[in-house]
């Protein structure tokens, strides 16, 4: 038994060992479903969602956390043609959630960030965002088929 090399006092230790097998149990991931409505309850496609710390200091796409996601697509994953984005996730205590940019089009209807609770041992947790269509008037429509 020995080590792979002399370790600095900030490595971790790796001990060199015969072959052995082990079990590792992990908890079980959240499933977070996020839906955009609109003000008639349809979805809404297309809506990306982003998480936030509480201190501002972490956060970015809801891209699923648990074992085998993606990270490669951050930013692309958005709601389907029903307004639901659902993807596994460990706990996030204290994070709130929000979607970003706000659909083209729309405005939000009541909070712009949530807090959802996804402590350790959470089956599921979900939240719908509520959009409403603001009117558009001759100039921003001209505005619109400009761009």
Same mark, same amino acid.
């Given at each position: 038994?020995?080590? *792979?090399?002399?370790?600095? %006092?900030?490595? &971790?230790? %790796?001990?060199?060992?015969?072959?052995?097998?082990?079990?590792?149990?992990?908890?079980?991931?959240?499933?977070? +479903?996020? &839906?955009?409505?609109?003000? +008639?309850? *349809?979805? %809404?496609?297309?809506?990306?969602?982003?998480?936030?710390?509480?201190?501002?200091?972490?956060?970015?796409?809801?891209?699923?956390?648990?074992?085998?996601?993606?990270?490669?697509?951050?930013?692309?994953?958005? +709601?389907?043609?029903?307004?639901?984005? +659902? /993807?596994?996730?460990?706990?996030?205590?204290?994070?709130?959630?929000?979607?970003?940019?706000?659909?083209?089009?729309?405005?939000?209807?009541?909070?712009?960030?949530?807090?959802?609770?996804?402590?350790?041992?959470?089956?599921?947790?979900?939240?719908?965002?509520?959009? /409403?269509?603001?009117?558009?008037?001759?100039?921003? &429509? &001209?505005?619109?088929?400009?761009?």
């Amino acid at each position: 038994m020995g080590y *792979k090399a002399t370790p600095s %006092i900030f490595d &971790r230790f %790796i001990k060199v060992v015969k072959d052995a097998a082990f079990d590792f149990n992990l908890a079980d991931a959240c499933k977070l +479903t996020l &839906r955009a409505i609109d003000e +008639t309850g *349809k979805g %809404i496609p297309g809506v990306s969602f982003q998480m936030l710390s509480q201190t501002a200091e972490s956060g970015g796409a809801v891209v699923g956390d648990n074992l085998g996601a993606d990270h490669k697509k951050q930013g692309e994953e958005v +709601t389907d043609k029903d307004g639901y984005l +659902t /993807r596994y996730m460990a706990p996030h205590d204290g994070y709130t959630y929000f979607a970003w940019p706000t659909p083209k089009g729309y405005e939000v209807v009541g909070d712009l960030e949530v807090k959802i609770p996804t402590p350790l041992g959470t089956a599921n947790a979900e939240h719908v965002f509520k959009f /409403r269509a603001y009117p558009i008037t001759s100039a921003v &429509r &001209r505005a619109m088929i400009a761009n």
